[in-house]
């Protein structure tokens, strides 16, 4: 594939190539109201001033639907389908390219690349899906493997679910963040002792804060309640993907999660990072999942052997040290998962459960198989029992006060053709002081 | 207590006297637009149609919040918060009382009367709230002693955990749906033989659907993201309660509910009661919780003994038998809890996790200690070893096909001051069929 070429400076090695063209929202010190926008190169194209000039002039399909971009989520974007986000996409990739069709529309406007060309570096992003519900799944075969190990044994890691289902648990709406977001360090009940014979928790900060490196996939069409979505039909409600950080305080999640999953442990906060990545431009990059040596039911089975993301994956931590080093301490690829964004959509919806736009699926955790490609602290560093070496000669078992966590994600490997991600950045702040005592 | 009197007919016995005044979301054949509406006697007062003629002329302070009554749901009603909830209810209360001093505004007023109050006959109830994210508590100690003694030991019933903490678990917004949706029986994953060494699912319909016996509890006010609510201020965050039916597939569960939790057992359909009983109309019947022998922690100590209601519950169940009867399988009361809401909130809440307006909690099914108290067919059928007896000489194990479970709740004794909740209907529909077969 040649990479498409632009009249707009796009720096070699941005992950917002022409081949990209992610949606967010954004806002500006000038003009607050959050609005739709997509990034190219260094720059957003503001979408609601893009429409307003006559941007779509050229589009007449999206022109009866143009208050979309004036919305301050991309919920009604997303809701028009999959369909008009190629077309959209296709024609401002067409807008863009070196010899566009449209040259009138902005590359001989240079009024209106002034209104509606801005640079990132003054855009104020924000969450970019308002969610209804989000889910998040437990797909990383490796993850799921590790974690088994560290609290059972190697023939009993994996659960005898595990192979015949997306394993997933309902995760909080309310508390997933926008990358940049401060996430305060968690309180909650930890048990000091587990081998104690009477278990009487503490109250506490979380001394066990944990990252997980995840994939976040956003719905674009609805289904009735009581009627399953077909795998066959998955792909059409795949709006797109984002970065995701599942934080985890793991103390607060050893007491409290059985019987019934994970809760406080997890719903303090989730980050995402701001561009969602359109499906139709991860198409090129799909690739075989893990291989399933359980024979799916038929309500799981992919008819296309490539169906997840080989996206480049990696976590940078800093921490506070005065030089302000980061450590790269992930180095892995989304194709890590064992079941893919359209069988768990059709596992979510198998009893008829209604998904609506907006709604999140998490992937679960990523991992390779070696440490360095481990996406958790808690896997990294076998649960705080070996410290995890980072610059400066520090270490980490957990993540401490002030550590920053970025991810990020790209797609391909020509540097003028990147479909990336961004990043999804989080600093650990001290926990809020409490009038009650433990 | 004497019981207030009116000058409208309302009849002995009616669970919305006007000591109660609960809150829904209205429809009519002639005005199909949902809307604000009370419920008094046999009837629902407009309050979209009662504000624009004036009917708040005597209550200023409402006045420029009138719109609340013309949204689609009550959440902006709620959001103005349980003062103002107070000053509308009571200044209902008195516009229907038998001496009121706002004789002009309804009691004279037989134009209004005639649009203002609907039967209730004639009204189609809506979905109360806009519900952000719903979570599901387990803080029924006698059922999660049942559950714990069917699939354990009596010893081991309990997790070390339950009375520390009120275990909770995220639900699924979207599928919530009012009284009166049909629910259809769900597809799944089941495990025939749950003894077997090699652990193969099977595809097919729940063959042990049940239901859940529950409360929900409505959020009126937003915390902010990392900021705790104390359980001190826990009650003004308190809308008002429904009666909640937390269907169930116990064969789905069983088999997907280690490591994270109940998902496709529990997310094809939740119910609720359409009128949301006021806190304020709740207070009078709070009563003790359940004796918790373990030491709580100071952010779950209640300073108000009288923390949980006393709700007389009561679940019917109808077959398809030609004569329809219908049989009551359940009686007991709401008081059987261990935790409160305001300790659910705290809890939640205590690692900053944001509660927004419209937030649902279930309670956790509702279980005495006598067979004849069981919130579930689970714990009378002792997980379908014991069929239970009902009507017509038939007998149940789980839920059949066009069975139909009805849940109402009451509280108080006079027959004139009841504070009632209704109903909370669902009928199972059979399983929807599926091209793909297992
Ligand atoms: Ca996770
Ligand atoms: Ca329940
Ligand atoms: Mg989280
Ligand atoms: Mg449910
Ligand atoms: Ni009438």
Redesign the interface.
């Known amino acids: 594939m040649t990479s498409l070429r632009s009249w707009f400076s796009i720096p070699r090695g941005s992950h917002f190539s022409l081949h990209n063209i992610p949606f967010g929202i954004i806002s500006t010190p000038s003009s607050q109201r959050p609005r739709v926008a997509v990034a190219i190169g260094d720059h957003a194209l503001d979408l609601q001033v893009f429409a307003a000039s006559n941007g779509f002039s050229a589009c007449s399909i999206i022109q009866p639907h143009q208050s979309v971009f004036s919305e301050p989520t991309l919920n009604a974007f997303a809701a028009l389908g999959r369909p008009m986000h190629s077309v959209v996409r296709e024609y401002i990739q067409s807008v863009f390219s070196k010899d566009t069709p449209f040259p009138d529309v902005l590359r001989n406007n240079t009024k209106l690349q002034k209104e509606a060309l801005l640079s990132l570096s003054q855009v104020k992003m924000h969450l970019p899906m308002k969610i ?2 989000y889910t998040d799944f ?1 797909a990383g075969l490796n993850h799921a493997y590790n974690c088994g190990c560290l609290f059972r044994t190697p023939q009993t890691a994996l ?3 595990y192979k ?2 997306p ?9 997933v ?1 926008v990358s940049g977001t401060p996430i ?1 360090r ?4 930890i048990l000091l002792d587990p081998t104690a014979e009477k ?3 503490t ?1 506490s900060a979380s001394r066990k804060l944990d990252f997980e490196l995840e994939l976040g996939a956003f719905i674009c069409k609805t289904n009735k ?4 979505v ?1 795998i066959q039909e998955a792909e059409q409600s795949l709006f797109g993907v984002v970065l995701l950080n599942d934080w985890s ?1 793991r103390d ?1 999640q050893s ?10 442990s997890k ?3 989730s980050s995402i990072s701001p561009w969602v990545v359109l499906a139709d431009a991860l198409e090129p990059f799909k690739t075989k999942a893990m291989e399933n040596d359980a ?1 799916v ?3 799981l089975k992919e008819t296309n052997p490539k169906s997840v993301y080989d996206i480049q994956l990696q976590v940078d931590l800093k921490t506070t040290a005065p030089d302000g080093k980061s450590s790269t301490i992930t180095k892995t690829s989304g194709k890590h998962l064992l079941w893919s964004f359209p069988q768990m959509m059709a ?2 919806t ?7 736009v907006g ?1 999140m699926l998490g992937s679960g955790t990523i991992s390779g198989t070696e440490p360095s490609e481990f996406g958790s602290l808690l896997e990294q560093s076998q649960n705080g029992r070996v410290a995890v070496k980072i610059a400066d000669g520090e270490e980490r078992n957990f993540l401490e006060d002030g550590d920053e966590i970025r991810i990020t994600g790209v797609c391909g490997s020509d540097e003028d053709a990147l479909v990336g991600f961004g990043q999804c950045v989080g600093r650990i ?1 001290p926990a ?1 002081s ?5």
């Open positions: 209804g519900d437990y659960q005898p679910n015949h289902m394993v997933g648990y309902h995760g909080r709406a309310s508390s963040v305060r968690p309180h909650g009940q278990k009487v928790p109250f309640h009581g009627e399953p077909p305080a607060i007491w409290e999660a059985v019987p019934l999953g994970p809760f406080n719903n303090f906060a024979e039911l038929p309500y596992h979510h198998v009893n008829g459960c209604p998904m609506q709604d702040e809020i409490l009038s009650i005592d433990g």
